[in-house]
């Protein structure tokens, strides 16, 4: 990552908020930085390829300003810029992606919890000011932290570090609560394998960890936060991960058969053909989580709440539903749903395009459950408003013609 970079700020926003993006971009350049603003760029853009260009754009800025409005996580290209953004945002080793507000919309992959510039009650002058003192606050203490991480600093977290992947829970929960570590980045760190845990970890924060394919069967993760991070294709057998919490996780292809899910929070995940059969997922909390070709057989999910999520072939068989909340979901092409306990179960605002799948939802007791909807445009028209990617949208539309 280089020291140096060529942008101060780069923006991102959908065109009809350009007038917002034209008048921050000037009063950025008055104060002196160096701003990425497409218009001011168009000669060097000429007959090049965009999207090319556009990663090489956030490899070079320092921070990239997303202006979030309605249009935002619907438009194919801004879909496309915060994609490549959250790639490189987890390269970093300090925040990259700075929120703008202009309305309440969200935007997938853009936590609730991070800090952001309000426009609807600051205006862009005060919005710039904040963004310029920043740049320059970070400015003045980019030597402090690269002493910090050349000394004794670097040296106690690598040996964390090796007490994480050795297993020694125990003593790594002694030092850290000496070393004060409320966060543990450990970005680029790939364990894998069969990672076996002779302890529990104390309430703790894991960011940018790579635990893909790795065996974590019978182990004891419960009431961690686990953010930015990839656990593809990991096996959790048995393991317990009650009130863990998930944020912007790749949880796709995990085997989560018996797993203890109880109180766990997912958010912004990708839960694409994982294995949650028999798991229990009580009072679990999954919001804009894709669920693609999952299997949900014989799952606890009583009481549970699915908000804005995409089920899509997702099999539910003997599955427990009761009480359990799909507010504003997709449900498309559910078509294993047998002796489902769906009693009190809620789908307001849900979208299902299966009309057997309703009908049986209603004569189980189901709440709030809407007529079946095949029009494929509409369809269209809520998938891209998931902000999941183009192709799972192109894969979902093919099957549904």
Same mark, same amino acid.
């Given at each position: 990552?280089?020291?140096?970079?060529?942008?101060?700020?780069?923006?991102?926003?959908?065109?009809?908020?350009?007038?917002?993006?034209?008048?921050?971009?000037?009063? !950025?350049?008055?104060?002196?930085?160096?701003?990425?603003?497409?218009?001011?760029?168009?000669?060097?853009?000429?007959?090049?390829?965009?999207?090319?260009?556009?990663?090489?754009?956030?490899?070079?800025?320092?921070?990239?300003?997303?202006?979030?409005?309605?249009?935002?996580?619907? $438009?194919?290209?801004?879909?496309?810029?915060?994609?490549?953004?959250?790639?490189?945002?987890?390269?970093?080793?300090?925040?990259?992606?700075?929120?703008?507000?202009?309305?309440?919309?969200?935007?997938?992959?853009?936590?609730?919890?991070?800090?952001?510039?309000?426009?609807?009650?600051?205006?862009?002058?005060? +919005?710039?000011?904040?963004?310029?003192?920043?740049?320059?606050?970070?400015?003045?203490?980019?030597?402090?932290?690269? #002493?910090?991480?050349?000394?004794?600093?670097? =040296?106690?977290?690598?040996? !964390?570090?090796?007490?994480?992947?050795?297993?020694?829970?125990?003593?790594?929960?002694?030092?850290?609560?000496?070393?004060?570590?409320?966060?543990?980045?450990? $970005?680029?760190?790939?364990?894998?394998?069969?990672? #076996?845990?002779?302890? =529990?970890?104390?309430?703790?924060?894991?960011?940018?960890?790579?635990?893909? =394919?790795?065996? *974590?069967?019978?182990?004891? !993760?419960?009431?961690?936060?686990?953010?930015?991070?990839? *656990?593809? +294709?990991?096996?959790?057998?048995?393991?317990?991960?009650?009130?863990?919490?998930?944020?912007?996780?790749?949880?796709?292809?995990?085997?989560?058969?018996?797993?203890?899910?109880?109180?766990?929070?997912?958010?912004?995940?990708?839960?694409?053909?994982?294995?949650?059969?028999?798991?229990?997922?009580?009072?679990?909390?999954?919001?804009?989580? *894709?669920?693609?070709? +999952?299997?949900?057989?014989?799952?606890?999910?009583?009481?549970?709440?699915?908000?804005?999520?995409?089920?899509?072939?997702?099999?539910?068989?003997?599955?427990?539903?009761?009480?359990?909340?799909?507010?504003?979901?997709?449900?498309?092409?559910?078509?294993?749903? =047998?002796?489902?306990?769906?009693? #009190? +179960?809620?789908?307001?605002?849900?979208?299902?395009?299966?009309?057997?799948?309703?009908?049986? *939802?209603?004569?189980?007791?189901?709440?709030?459950?809407?007529?079946?909807?095949?029009?494929?445009?509409?369809?269209?028209?809520?998938?891209?408003?998931?902000?999941?990617?183009?192709?799972?949208?192109?894969?979902?539309?093919?099957?549904?013609?």
């Amino acid at each position: 990552m280089p020291e140096e970079y060529e942008y101060d700020f780069a923006i991102s926003f959908a065109g009809q908020n350009r007038d917002t993006a034209d008048n921050l971009a000037k009063l !950025l350049t008055e104060g002196d930085a160096r701003v990425f603003y497409d218009l001011n760029f168009q000669a060097h853009l000429l007959g090049k390829d965009f999207q090319q260009e556009w990663k090489k754009i956030c490899k070079i800025s320092k921070y990239l300003i997303v202006i979030v409005s309605e249009y935002y996580p619907v $438009r194919e290209w801004t879909q496309f810029e915060f994609e490549v953004a959250k790639k490189e945002a987890q390269k970093r080793e300090t925040e990259f992606i700075l929120p703008l507000l202009i309305d309440s919309s969200e935007v997938v992959g853009l936590p609730y919890t991070t800090s952001h510039i309000d426009l609807r009650n600051r205006d862009i002058k005060d +919005a710039a000011k904040t963004l310029l003192s920043k740049l320059h606050d970070v400015s003045k203490q980019d030597n402090t932290l690269r #002493k910090r991480d050349t000394g004794d600093y670097k =040296k106690r977290r690598d040996n !964390l570090i090796r007490l994480i992947i050795s297993g020694e829970i125990s003593k790594f929960n002694e030092i850290r609560i000496e070393e004060n570590y409320d966060t543990l980045d450990l $970005r680029q760190l790939d364990i894998g394998g069969n990672w #076996k845990l002779n302890g =529990k970890f104390r309430p703790l924060t894991f960011d940018n960890i790579s635990l893909k =394919k790795s065996v *974590l069967d019978q182990s004891d !993760l419960s009431e961690i936060r686990i953010k930015n991070s990839d *656990l593809s +294709a990991s096996t959790y057998y048995l393991a317990n991960l009650s009130e863990t919490r998930f944020e912007n996780v790749n949880a796709s292809n995990c085997f989560m058969q018996q797993t203890d899910l109880y109180g766990c929070f997912m958010r912004d995940c990708d839960c694409s053909n994982s294995n949650f059969s028999i798991a229990n997922l009580f009072t679990a909390y999954f919001s804009r989580c *894709l669920i693609y070709h +999952a299997n949900f057989s014989y799952a606890k999910c009583n009481n549970s709440s699915f908000d804005k999520c995409l089920f899509y072939d997702v099999n539910l068989n003997n599955s427990n539903l009761s009480e359990a909340s799909f507010e504003s979901s997709l449900l498309l092409n559910i078509s294993n749903f =047998k002796n489902i306990n769906c009693l #009190k +179960a809620r789908f307001t605002h849900a979208l299902i395009n299966n009309e057997e799948f309703v009908l049986y *939802l209603r004569s189980q007791g189901a709440i709030n459950v809407p007529d079946a909807i095949m029009d494929v445009q509409e369809i269209r028209r809520q998938l891209i408003r998931t902000s999941c990617s183009q192709i799972i949208i192109d894969k979902i539309l093919q099957n549904l013609r």
